[in-house]
Each structure stands twice: as C-alpha cells, then as structure tokens.
C-alpha cells in the first residue's frame, strides 16, 4: 500500500512539472490546424466554368508572437498543416512556394479549443 502512494505522488509529480514552465508557471497548448490555398489558378475565369482555389504542396507555415517565430511547419501534399503552441494569441503566415513568393496571413488565439483556418497565396496570376 505504501508503495502504491509513493507510486501514486510521483506520477502526480511528473504530470504537473509537465504543465509548467521553469518558472513554475503552467502552460498550456492547443492545436491550429489548417490548409494553404493558391488562387487565383485560371488565366480568365468564365461564368460557369469554376476554377477553385488549389492546395499549395511544400508552402512554409510560421506561428509569430510579435517578431518571434513560436513554430513553423511546411504543408504536405494536400495543402494541410498543424501546429501545436501554447496557449496565446499568434499571426500565423504562410509563404507560396515557386518563382512567384506570396504570403497570407491570419491572427489566431490558441486555447484549448482547435482552431483551423484557410490562407490563400497569391498565384501570381493575372
């Protein structure tokens, strides 16, 4: 039984030190997902004739509290990306890839709850 205290105050030990900073101060994080679009992606766009936006492989995605970068990922072939940060407000960027370098962005607050967003580069199109 004395074992199974001990084992019991450890395991609460480490989950708590897992919730805190150096400082002592607990952080926590939460998840921004989301999907980077290339628009526009037709020469001349006719009534009827759609032309969505396309997703943008290998496009850079950075998380920026003020001038610092808190987390960067690059989308995968569908256009997709996540971040995990910690709880706070953030622009979240991203960056076209290709001879024409655009960028979008969108401010996001991170919580608990999952935020996912859309950013739409600029082909370069016209």
């Known amino acids: 039984m004395r074992f199974d205290l001990a084992l019991l105050a450890a ?7 897992a919730c805190t900073n150096a400082s002592g101060v ?3 994080s939460g998840q921004v997902t989301g999907d980077v679009l290339m628009a ?7 009534v009827g004739k759609e032309c969505p936006p396309r997703p943008v492989a290998g496009a850079a ?3 920026l509290d003020g001038d610092a970068v808190r987390g960067s990922t690059l989308t995968d072939t569908a256009g997709a990306f996540s971040l995990t940060l910690p ?3 953030y622009v979240i960027k991203a960056t076209n890839v290709g001879g024409y370098a655009s960028t979008a962005t969108e401010r996001v607050v991170v919580s608990d709850n999952p935020v996912h967003i859309t950013l739409i580069v600029d ?4």
């Open 11 to 17: 395991a609460s030990l480490l989950l708590l030190c």
């Open 26 to 28: 607990s952080v926590h």
């Open 40 to 46: 526009p992606v037709c020469p001349v766009e006719r």
């Open 61 to 63: 995605v950075v998380a």
């Open 87 to 89: 709880d706070g407000r």
């Open 123 to 126: 082909s370069g199109i016209r």
